[in-house]
């Protein structure tokens, strides 16, 4: 048969937890110091995970509401752009990041150069 269930009080519990959050030491090595299993540890880790989820800390609802704010601004400006301007925005940030900081490709070479004089542009006269 198996091993009869022990029972552990929540200060206890939340102990464990703790650990793990701020010691920096693994989950095995906390278990075996609080004289449990490595699954029951894992146990209540997700048991706080799961509560977080449901009923964050003040803290992380203060973060939740600044970050559903931001994404409220950012989901109005993309309903609000022009049909396309975000296809322009995405081509040149491809295009900033081939750049290097001196403005040249990683080659060496400048990539608004194409070879021909003034650009490529022709001169109306």
């Known amino acids: 048969m198996g091993k009869p269930h022990r029972r552990f009080g ?13 010691s920096g030491r693994t ?55 022009p049909p396309g301007h975000f296809d322009v925005m995405r081509q040149l940030e491809v295009f900033s990041a081939v750049r290097t900081s001196d403005g040249m490709d990683e080659g060496g070479k400048d990539p608004l150069d194409n070879g021909l004089p003034h650009g490529g542009q022709t001169w109306r006269g």
């Open 27 to 81: 989950q095995r090595e906390i278990a075996e110091d609080l004289g449990i299993e490595l699954s029951t540890l894992r146990r209540w880790l997700d048991k706080r995970r799961e509560r977080d989820l449901e009923a964050p800390p003040p803290e992380r609802q203060e973060d939740m509401a600044a970050e559903l704010k931001r994404l409220r601004r950012e989901n109005k400006v993309l309903r609000l752009a």
């Open 10 to 22: 929540k200060e206890f519990e939340a102990e464990g937890v703790r650990l793990v959050e701020t």
